[in-house]
């Protein structure tokens, strides 16, 4: 499994989704997310919106490791994150802030 992504992306876009999947484990035959192709670039901003339940958090969850994507691959400054090494260098690059503050992993505010 190479490390890096394909020649054509490397350097052109941070973040690189391509063809992610997700299903829930009780459920493997029906994924929640499927083919997600992304292309995040330094100082671009985006928005993600949906219905609940359409799996924004899990694509998050999945991009940060909390989930493991079931399939495609992840690629974060021309490095593919595949181990969870590789979610650990992620995870000090990506900011991730959950919705409700009292579900903070670590701290108790979203400014600690």
């Known amino acids: 499994m190479a490390k890096t992504a394909p020649r054509d992306k490397a350097g052109d876009a941070p973040l690189i989704l391509e063809r992610l999947a997700y299903a829930y484990p009780e459920s ?13 670039r330094d100082g671009e901003r985006i928005g993600l919106t949906g219905a609940n339940g359409s799996g924004k958090t899990t694509l998050f969850r999945c991009i940060t490791g909390l989930s493991r994507p079931a399939g495609g691959a992840l690629f974060l400054e ?15 690059r990506v900011g991730y802030v959950l919705q409700n503050s009292d579900d903070q992993l670590i701290f108790p505010t979203v400014m600690e």
Do not use: G, M, W
């Not at 493997?28 to 995040?40: A, C, K």
């Not at 490095?79 to 992620?90: A, P």
């Open 28 to 40: 493997p035959e029906s994924p929640i997310l499927r083919d997600i192709n992304l292309e995040l």
């Open 78 to 92: 021309s490095r593919r994150i595949v181990s969870e090494k590789d979610f650990q260098y992620l995870r000090r």
